[in-house]
């Protein structure tokens, strides 16, 4: 059987226990993960769980999801320390099937999609369930794993070879673009019906039917199935089991990671497997007090930063309204370790293109070094309002409904109504949601899929300079090696 040669490889996973805290805290214990053997890793519900628990991790870096959807547009660039060697590449549309930058995801989602193919594969005989329904779960949760990987890939790669299970082929061609939306609508579709109910999930982390639907919203969002994104908003929205945090800027923080908002998480807790390290590639190098960007005060006694430097474009910055709060996490002052009080807004060291720094993600009291706990979110309510409003406007046109689910989210920020005598016509509201989620999403990584969505990916590059940008570059090249390995793997076009 396939699955016994990788066994080997999840009982070394389970010795390190990293991954253990990657997205489920609570899905194993240290009693638990005594009793596997290469015997019964497989043929235990605890086992199949370590499992899934692997296949979680793997699709988990809130780093590599913010370079490749925000270092590739308009709102952050990167310099210093040894990443720059593979951030400048990425920043100036310099990719190739040879060339191996972080921010491609591709083999880690690729075994999480076998982490649950071997999952479906045992849970049939799998012991310790309770009932036939926690089965159902469980097989549902792992479904949606594998759906959100491909939806990963997908977003990065365009359609790719579709396996539903350890038994398929190891040479298997690239499915159409039809072909790969059925799949993955099924899919979908099948998973809602077994999920988890919201809060009755096994632990915090771990996917519930508002998840399953927020991703399925973005996921008629960005193919541009309209009425289907409106559908899914709505149940969402009448579930009434999501709604907005009363403050943008707090609900990052550690304290507040539980929030009404979050509907799908990357699940991080500090000094483990799992980290959130973003707050160490923002910070200044020599960072020692912030300022503002809700760091006044804030002395970095315990926690280190990287040599290598996120940093904002200044128009970007520039950008937002004088009241917008959503501006308030972005450091544009602070005191470095030679109590010199710097300014960021003079940008000095780069010539005008921006220099300040995007603290989204607070420090973590208990983190040391540059492991935060910070959990990163990859659906949030606030999406589901403004996916609903770009959907009714691109069948229906500017309406006085679609601009109060975007000012409901406006709102919040400490703006003014839109009023709909400003949008004349479709492209002029268009816009607006366009600029809104910018302002609203920043450092969650949605920028570059929103620019794709909209048709002006390339041509904001090219506006940015980027000679290089061409319109095949709206997918990434996928891995040399990988073409390689398969022989009916057809490269993207332009690689």
Known sequence: MKTKKYIATYLLSLSLLGFLTQSCEAILD??????????????????????????????????????????????????????????????????????????????????????????????????????????KQLIA????????????????????????????????????????????????????????????????????????????????????????????????????????????????????????????????????????????????????????????GVVNSQWSNFASNYRMYKAFYDSFDEKDQRKGRILTKYINANGKTVDLLEDTPTNGKGNIRGTKYPPDPAAKANEHGNDFPVVRYAEILLAKAEAMNELFGPSQDALDLIDDVRNRAGLDDLKLSDFGDKKKLQDQILDERKWEFWYEGKRRTDLIRTGRFITDAQKRGIKNAQDFHVYFPIPQSAIDANPLLKQNTGY
């Open 30 to 135: 240290e009693s638990v993960k005594s009793e596997f053997t290469e015997a019964t890793l497989l043929s235990k519900k605890a086992g199949i769980e370590a499992v899934i628990a692997d296949a979680y991790g793997k699709n988990n870096s809130a780093r590599n999801v913010v370079k490749r959807g925000e270092m590739t547009t308009d709102i952050l660039w990167q310099s210093g320390g040894g990443e720059e060697g593979t951030a400048t590449p990425l920043i100036n549309f310099n990719w190739d099937p040879s060339n191996t930058l972080e921010a491609f995801d591709w083999m880690n989602l690729w075994q999480a999609i076998r982490d649950v193919n071997i999952v479906l594969a045992n849970v049939p005989t799998a012991s310790g369930f309770n009932n036939e329904t926690q089965r």
């Open 141 to 296: 949760e792992a479904r949606f794993i594998r759906v959100w990987a491909y939806y990963a890939l997908w977003d990065q790669y365009g359609p790719v070879p579709i396996r539903r299970s350890i038994n398929d082929p190891d040479v298997l061609g690239r499915p159409s673009e039809e072909e790969f939306r059925t799949f993955m609508e099924t899919e979908f579709k099948e998973i809602l019906g077994d999920i988890y109910l919201e809060g009755e999930e096994p632990a915090y982390g771990r996917v519930n039917r508002g998840g399953v639907r927020g991703l399925l919203c973005l996921w008629y969002l960005n193919t541009h199935q309209w009425q289907k994104c409106i559908d899914v908003a709505d149940d969402i929205i009448k579930s009434k089991k999501y709604e907005l945090c009363k403050d943008y800027n707090e609900m990052f923080a550690i304290e507040n990671e539980k929030n009404s908002e979050f509907m799908l998480v990357f699940s991080y807790l500090a000094n483990s497997g799992a980290t959130n390290v973003l707050l160490a590639t923002t910070l200044p190098t020599g960072f020692k007090e912030g300022l503002d960007g809700y760091l006044e």
